[in-house]
């Protein structure tokens, strides 16, 4: 018999930031490190979620998290105002989790 997945809960959670609070590390290239999955949480408006390998460009909002793998380069840019927050996993994670 398999063990059941891991549940989907955060082992960690940024603040929520706004479009002023947004930290610069997040809008240059980052990533997480080995091992640490992330989505991205828009809580009010959209965010540009520009992943850098391979290359693809996202617009997130509240109906539309994004996923961020292990030691994957990306950053985000805000779309005027915005309200979002960033969740960290051990395992990959259900995008719909709460």
């Not at 002023?20 to 999955?37: D, I, M, Q, S």
């Not at 992330?38 to 540009?48: K, N, S, T």
């Not at 850098?52 to 961020?68: A, C, K, M, N």
């Not at 805000?78 to 051990?90: A, H, S, T």
Request: hydrophobic share 35%; glycine share 6%.
């Amino acid at each position: 018999m398999s063990e059941p997945a891991p549940a989907s809960i955060p082992y960690k959670c940024t603040p929520v930031f706004d479009e002023n609070t947004l930290p610069a590390g997040l809008r240059k290239e980052h990533r997480t490190k080995t091992g640490v999955w992330g989505i991205i949480r828009v809580l009010e408006g959209q965010i540009r979620y520009h992943v850098l390998e391979p290359v693809s460009e996202t617009i997130l909002d509240p109906d539309r998290p994004g996923l961020v793998l292990p030691d994957q380069p990306h950053f985000v840019q805000p779309l005027g105002r915005v309200r979002v927050q960033v969740e960290f996993y051990d395992h990959r994670p259900e995008k719909s989790a709460s």
